[in-house]
């Protein structure tokens, strides 16, 4: 280990009650604002799929967005983003899920992968579980690999890392 | 001028009438899928920016994300989100704005900005103009100087750069 390892937690802000009571909320604006914090994050993110060799990263919508482009960059794939309904203008495939605090549907295009493209699911939180499991379902609709999951942060006491069977899941940081 | 130019409308879909009849939607989907060419299309947006030296970038949720990640990356910059109503945890200030289609809100932490920091606005498709708009006057309210707004598409028929006042208005492509 050459690396200096970046002590995170300074860069997330906690926030009881949002979005709801009894929701303690992981806000990650102070590390996107930190370049030098983010980078390391996302390098950290990327490091256990580089020799996977992903084709592509899916990012979830919308903080996975942040880091999901970060990450392909690094990773020097391209990004396919994981929607909420109706904001992708062309044919899509859709999974339902149900969030910690509510229930949603995912949408990617149809032709966001070829069969047997190698993809890397990125958001900023693992919390349930559902989303990441849905976006996990949405690319195996479509062929494709999933090789696992990046998260900046994992809330373990939600335990979902256990709706992502045998895939490989990934978080820089533990709360 | 040295470096080979990319030829960017391959990688840009044409949807007819979405979001609602009558608008002819930008898919830029394909364009990040391809790691090379977003790439280019990245570094074109930063380009007239860096001798201005930006402090951060100010993304516009929620494609606005992708592109912004990116760019902050680009020139080594934090990014803030601008985000639609209700999603940021924390104090915020709020604007609204008309768009194309239909009428919206965004909002930024009321921290994000610190007084004369020099921030860059970043969205992937400057239309009528009302987003960008809604940004710069959010970053103005908390005392950040706006050095220009970035964009990878400009509508040129739509004219949103008059509503930009004398900022720098760049885009890549103008379609």
């Not at 030098?36 to 899916?58: G, H, N, W, Y």
């Not at 904001?87 to 969030?99: H, Q």
């Not at 295009?109 to 699911?121: K, M, N, P, T």
């Not at 990441?132 to 373990?156: N, Q």
Request: glycine share 10%; aromatic share 6%; net charge neutral.
């Amino acid at each position: 280990m050459t690396e200096t390892m970046t002590d995170f937690r300074p860069f997330i802000r906690d926030v009881p009650d949002f979005p709801s009571p009894g929701i303690l909320f992981r806000d990650v604006t102070p590390l996107l604002a930190a370049p030098d914090a983010f980078l390391a994050a996302v390098k950290a993110m990327a490091e256990p799929f580089r020799r996977l060799r992903p084709d592509k990263v899916l990012g979830i919508e919308a903080r996975g967005f942040l880091f999901g482009a970060a990450l392909a960059r690094e990773l020097h794939v391209g990004i396919v983003p994981a929607r909420k309904p109706g904001k992708l203008p062309r044919m899509t495939e859709s999974v339902a899920y149900g969030l910690e605090y509510g229930k949603d549907r995912l949408e990617v295009h149809s032709d966001a992968f070829g069969r047997g493209e190698r993809v890397l699911i990125v958001d900023d939180v693992l919390a349930t579980g559902g989303t990441a499991r849905a976006a996990i379902d949405l690319a195996e609709k479509l062929g494709a690999e999933v090789l696992g999951v990046s998260v900046f942060i994992e809330l373990g006491a939600l335990g979902g890392r256990s709706k992502l069977g045998a895939r490989q899941a990934h978080a820089v940081l533990m709360l």
